[in-house]
């Protein structure tokens, strides 16, 4: 068990639906973390939130709405996906202290037809 | 500029065997933190080791081990004794303190294989 939950483990969805994948973290943190991994790249930091706060945006495309209700719950709305959208989504969460690592959850595969 | 490089993309090693992957970063903060994270083909990211800038020693848990080299600004993941459960993708990663703690950027990653 993770600590970390992402629901759905995959997704494939057509570029105008409209989706959520969900994140939840019971373990206390105060930071959550959207993350996309494509093939061949870096992981790629989206967005994070302190205590709820949004505190960085990384120029992500508006088709990406992010939601923070409570300090346990993060979403990712999606809608009109492209098919260069298509990779896995990685939730996170941390203390925002130093030494303290990130928490991941087992991602969200995601496929746009 | 790259603030993690991990110059490896891939990497064999017979089982058994010991490995080092490689990472230098770059940072001007004096405190900061180096995490080691492996990804197996199912996507989940394990958190591996620490290393703080500060401390003294070289971190170890377990069979891993990291080779902190603070003025080469690298910290190398040791990994003794292979098993074929360590094949996966390996990420480096850092934190700055700063004005506050920022979160972890990562390298592009080391694919390591583990050979019988």
């Known amino acids: 068990e993770t600590g970390v939950t992402q629901t759905p483990r995959h997704l494939v969805m057509g570029m105008t639906n409209k989706k959520s994948l969900k994140c939840e973290q019971h373990l206390g943190h105060n930071a959550m973390y959207w993350y996309k991994q494509s093939a061949k790249k870096p992981l790629e930091l989206m967005f994070v939130y302190n205590f709820k706060e949004q505190t960085e945006n990384n120029s992500v495309p508006s088709r990406f709405s992010p939601e923070c209700p409570n300090s346990s719950h993060l979403f990712l709305h999606l809608h009109t996906l492209q098919p260069e959208d298509s990779a896995l989504y990685l939730c996170a969460s941390s203390q925002e202290q130093l030494n303290q690592p990130q928490h991941f959850g087992d991602g969200t595969r995601l496929s746009i037809l | 500029a790259q603030k993690i490089t991990q110059t490896q993309p891939g990497m064999f090693v017979q089982e058994k065997e010991a490995v080092t992957l490689d990472c230098t970063y770059d940072t001007s903060d004096p405190s900061y933190g180096l995490f080691w994270y492996k990804q197996p083909s199912s996507g989940e990211m394990i958190f591996l080791i620490y290393?703080?800038?500060?401390?003294?020693q070289n971190a170890t848990e377990g069979r891993y081990s990291l080779n902190f080299q603070k003025a080469r600004k690298s910290a190398n993941l040791v990994i003794s004794a292979s098993q074929l459960g360590d094949s996966a993708m390996y990420f480096c990663?850092?934190?700055?303190?700063?004005?506050?703690?920022?979160?972890?950027?990562f390298g592009k990653g080391t694919r390591l294989s583990v050979i019988a």
């Open positions: 290393q703080g800038s500060y401390d003294q």
């Open positions: 990663a850092m934190r700055e303190q700063q004005s506050g703690n920022t979160p972890l950027v």
